[in-house]
């Protein structure tokens, strides 16, 4: 799943890439719990720095899954910190622009775009800390956590 491309100011980055859905389908019907990290290695064994959103996209590819990005706040926030409940692309380019969106949440939000495109289906990105959205999305197998990004 990863494949290594060197960066001076980051070192050593790993380019994730989707390819077979073989093991992932063998854990999930065997019930297991799928964690990803975002280290991975190449064919020679040096350890790679793995953006976790970049693997949290080619996994969902892989499985054809929904997907939610999590991150510290409660989902992609205007100037005033009040979140967005949809974003579209048009809208994200807006707002990269006039720098609401910016820094980490740019990676973020290009990524959840991305996946949504090549899902076909929204992506949300919401809060780590919303323990009651997660137990939904555990139970209910419904994503309404944060903001949704729309294709």
Not at 1 to 17: H, N, P, T, W
Not at 58 to 64: F, G, L, R
Request: proline share 1%; glycine share 8%.
């Amino acid at each position: 799943m990863y494949s290594d491309s060197k960066r001076q100011k980051l070192g050593a980055v790993g380019k994730v890439e989707a390819k077979s859905n073989e093991t992932f389908t063998t854990l999930l019907n065997s019930g297991h719990l799928i964690v990803l990290n975002s280290i991975g290695c190449n064919d020679s064994g040096d350890s790679l720095n793995i953006n976790a959103d970049d693997a949290a996209v080619a996994a969902a590819q892989v499985v054809n899954g929904d997907l939610c990005l999590l991150s510290n706040v409660p989902g992609v926030l205007d100037q005033n910190k009040q979140k967005f409940a949809t974003l579209n692309r048009e809208e994200l380019d807006k707002l990269i622009i006039q720098g609401v969106i910016s820094d980490g949440m740019v990676v973020k939000v290009n990524a959840a775009h991305q996946a949504a495109l090549s899902l076909r289906r929204p992506v949300n990105i919401g809060s780590w800390q919303d323990s009651s959205a997660l137990k939904e999305i555990s139970e209910a197998g419904e994503i309404t956590l944060g903001t949704q990004i729309q294709i």
